[in-house]
T-cell receptor
Framework: GAVVSQHPSRVICKSGTSVKIECRSLDFQATTMFWYRQFPKQSLMLMATSNEGSKATYEQGVEKDKFLINHASLTLSTLTVTSAHPEDSSFYIC?????????????FGEGSWLTVV | DAKTTQPPSMDCAEGRAANLPCNHSTISGNEYVYWYRQIHSQGPQYIIHGLKNNETNEMASLIITEDRKSSTLILPHATLRDTAVYYCIALGKGANSKLTFGKGITLSVRP
């Protein structure tokens, strides 16, 4: 299947700082990417839909000024957690839609563990 | 997208077939049934998807009932590495459709 890569896989940052997570589709172009958050023992929660060249669409209750999403190219989307706090510590996962190769199948990255201290 | 219902957990013996059920009684005609799994601390892995015909790939088989109200994912020879949470999701074909995860079913493969 298609490959989606996230970086970094783990990051520790100090409270109040910002951290950026990258999501890349390695072997296909993705006009749409998605960002999820997952807390321990819970399911994935969709945060936002990222469309190449346009503003992201955020799910209800997700602060768009805190979770900045940029999708500047067909293979890269970034999530920046601004002014991070300990409660933002979570597993962040991106996914990308392969519209051409596999007919709308969505593939996921490996996830990024964020710890805010 | 249509809601799906899965039992919370099941187990099977290593080497035996694992049959994971899913109900999607409100699925619409243009929604596909997708299956993903998540092994602990990893991103979800795509397994298989189908519309109305049964599908098979190197990982699993997907059996969809004729009325499309339910389906079964079959892992023909389960191994310990198949222990994971399996998610059944109904997804439309439109470019705006998005995957919404429920609680899934936790499959435990025992030695």
């Amino acid at each position: 299947g298609a490959v989606v890569s996230q970086h970094p896989s783990r990051v520790i940052c100090k409270s109040g700082t910002s951290v950026k997570i990258e999501c890349r589709s390695l072997d296909f172009q993705a006009t749409t990417m998605f960002w999820y958050r997952q807390f321990p023992k819970q399911s994935l929660m969709l945060m936002a839909t990222s469309n190449e060249g346009s503003k992201a669409t955020y799910e209800q209750g997700v602060e768009k000024d805190k979770f900045l999403i940029n999708h500047a190219s067909l293979t890269l989307s970034t999530l920046t957690v601004t002014s991070a706090h300990p409660e933002d510590s979570s597993f962040y996962i991106c996914s990308a839609r392969d519209l051409v190769g596999s007919g709308n199948t969505i593939y996921f990255g490996e996830g990024s563990w964020l710890t805010v201290v | 997208d249509a809601k799906t219902t899965q039992p919370p957990s099941m187990d099977c013996a290593e080497g035996r077939a694992a049959n994971l059920p899913c109900n999607h009684s409100t699925i619409s005609g243009n929604e596909y049934v997708y299956w993903y799994r998540q092994i602990h601390s990893q991103g979800p892995q795509y397994i298989i998807h189908g519309l109305k015909n049964n599908e098979t790939n190197e990982m699993a088989s997907l059996i969809i009932t004729e009325d499309r109200k339910s389906s079964t994912l079959i892992l023909p020879h389960a191994t310990l590495r198949d222990t994971a949470v399996y998610y059944c999701i109904a997804l439309g074909k439109g470019a705006n459709s998005k995957l919404t995860f429920g609680k899934g079913i936790t499959l435990s493969v025992r030695p």
